[in-house]
């Protein structure tokens, strides 16, 4: 299966954080699924860095790094993900949220949140 993680739970899983629900702990160590991470989080996760707000433990470039260790696949932004965003209801106003659910539409993939907002999308998304 492949599987796309919202921006929080991808944090969660580099942080081995104890919010990171032992379901998606299954599913992250499986070798029957794929794991994607997509440049739009790395592009919210530079950005609230860069803000020096204190909410983002890590810069983009430290996150990418984790990424790539842990064996995720970065999922790049292309043009059809930009597009499906405009076909989505307005569950949620988010803009990388909003991709992240048309990149998991577009590729398909299961998109795995903590988001209950996001979850109102599809049935692929799974709530956790």
């Known amino acids: 299966m492949n599987v796309?993680?919202?921006?929080?739970v991808a944090l969660w899983a580099i942080q081995d954080s104890p919010l990171l629900p032992p379901r998606v702990r299954e599913i992250?160590?499986?070798?029957?699924?794929?794991?994607?991470?997509?440049?739009?989080?790395?592009?919210?996760?530079?950005?609230?860095?860069?803000?020096n707000r204190g909410d983002m433990p890590i810069s983009g470039k430290e996150a990418l790094g984790y990424f790539r260790s842990a064996g995720?696949?970065?999922?790049?932004?292309e043009p059809e993900h930009t597009?499906?965003?405009?076909?989505?209801?307005?569950?949620?106003?988010?803009?990388?949220?909003?991709?992240?659910?048309?990149q998991a539409l577009v590729e398909p993939m299961r998109l795995i949140t903590h988001d209950p907002q996001v979850?109102?999308?599809?049935?692929?998304?799974?709530?956790v």
């Open 4 to 8: 796309l993680l919202d921006t929080h």
């Open 28 to 51: 992250l160590l499986s070798q029957d699924n794929t794991i994607y991470v997509s440049a739009a989080s790395l592009w919210e996760i530079s950005i609230k860095f860069g803000l």
């Open 72 to 77: 995720y696949r970065i999922l790049p932004i």
């Open 83 to 102: 597009v499906e965003v405009e076909n989505l209801a307005p569950h949620h106003k988010d803009p990388f949220d909003r991709l992240l659910v048309a």
């Open 119 to 127: 979850a109102k999308y599809s049935d692929t998304v799974l709530l």
